[in-house]
């Protein structure tokens, strides 16, 4: 097994850009969580799919934050526009097995600047 | 509000045994989970509790109290390799989510 697949593993963009992460979990993992991680915050939840559909979307920041899940084997987290405040190590992870064991991909560190 | 306590950073030298406490206030509980990360790394799943007591895995334990919702990781026979952050972090629902603490920072000396 592959693991979870994070791409890309580094991203620098401008200010006001687009940016989308990609992430394709464990096959067979019906959850799926998106983690933003600062050292001023910590690991942050952002949202969370089950089954492919959005549960708690209750730590997107703000409408410039958005999250899909088309299908069982893919996600992706779209900020439109990039602030530098973004700046962050963005975490895929998936479980089969709600809060139990949850394997993370390894990261995409976004530096808008 | 959802919070977990944990010590900031912790050194401990090769060879030894440390514990890393874990105190949470959440809304709901349904688990308490430790967390390793290497610097740069992802953080990968070391245990899980559920139930009061003590699991063991290898040279890692981990102690849940759910009336003093209060928790550990132990470490046994600390290596140099064990120099990492730990996290605890806990499920408030049944629905998936875990909420982590802010992590300590493990130090092993020669």
């Known amino acids: 097994d592959a693991g979870v697949i994070q791409s890309p593993r580094h991203e620098v963009t401008e200010m006001g850009q687009e940016v989308t992460l990609r992430c394709k979990p464990i096959?067979?993992?019906?959850?799926l969580f998106w983690y933003r991680q600062t050292m001023m915050r910590g690991l942050e939840l952002l949202i969370y799919?089950?089954?492919?559909?959005?549960?708690?979307d209750s730590g997107m920041p703000e409408d410039r934050f958005s999250a899909k899940m088309p299908n069982a084997s893919f996600s992706t987290l779209k900020i439109q526009p990039s602030e530098p405040r973004d700046s962050a190590v963005y975490f895929c992870?998936?479980?089969?097995?709600?809060?139990?064991?949850?394997?993370f991909g390894s990261g995409t560190r976004l530096t808008v600047v | 509000g959802q919070s977990l306590e944990q010590p900031s950073e912790v050194t401990a030298v090769e060879g030894a045994i440390v514990q890393i406490n874990c105190t949470y206030q959440?809304?709901?509980?349904?688990?308490l989970s430790w967390y390793q990360q290497h610097d740069g790394g992802a953080p990968t799943f070391l245990s899980y509790n559920a139930l009061d007591g003590l699991e063991e895995t290898g040279r890692f334990s981990s102690f849940l109290s759910r009336s003093d919702s209060y928790g550990y990781l132990l470490l046994q026979e600390l290596q140099m390799k064990d120099s990492a952050s730990y996290f605890c972090a806990v499920g408030p629902n049944q629905g998936g989510k875990l909420i982590f603490g802010q992590g300590t920072e493990l130090s092993v000396k020669p």
């Open positions: 799919f089950n089954n492919n559909v959005p549960i708690d």
């Open positions: 992870a998936s479980s089969s097995q709600g809060n139990y064991g949850y394997t």
């Open positions: 096959s067979g993992h019906d959850y």
């Open positions: 959440t809304s709901g509980f349904y688990g």
